[in-house]
């Protein structure tokens, strides 16, 4: 059974920081490019950072680039978002997916709410 879960998500105050994992199951992970998006309420769904199964990582967002940072353990078989110096408008639910050819697997999400 493919399982993506992520966690680390919460509320945290302007400046703060938060790591969220993503672990995945029922697929050979280290073959997979993974990715991290967001949604914010009333927003469409957008790609914030991607990792190669190369190792290879791109930031996707401007707004997010020297303050977030992806990155994958292919022996946990989970990947990371490092992010840091948050802000309000960063605040929405995170989602991790996997992908490889055509196929696609998504998490549930993870609430991150940057308030004070």
């Known amino acids: 059974q493919v399982q993506l879960v992520e966690s680390g998500g919460g509320l945290v105050q302007p400046g703060g920081s938060l790591r969220l994992s993503c672990a995945a199951s029922?697929?050979?992970?280290?073959?997979?490019?993974m990715r991290w998006y967001r949604q914010a309420p009333g927003k469409e769904r957008e790609l914030v950072a991607q990792?190669?199964?190369?190792?290879?990582?791109?930031i996707a967002v401007d707004s997010v680039k020297g303050r977030f940072t992806i990155s994958r353990d292919n022996a946990k078989s989970t990947v990371y978002l490092q992010m840091n110096s948050l802000k309000p408008e960063d605040t929405a639910v995170y989602y991790c997916?996997?992908?490889?050819?055509?196929?696609?697997?998504w998490g549930q999400g993870t609430q991150v709410t940057v308030s004070s």
């Open positions: 997916s996997g992908n490889r050819l055509s196929t696609t697997h």
């Open positions: 029922g697929f050979t992970f280290s073959l997979y490019h």
């Open positions: 990792i190669f199964n190369t190792g290879t990582s791109i």
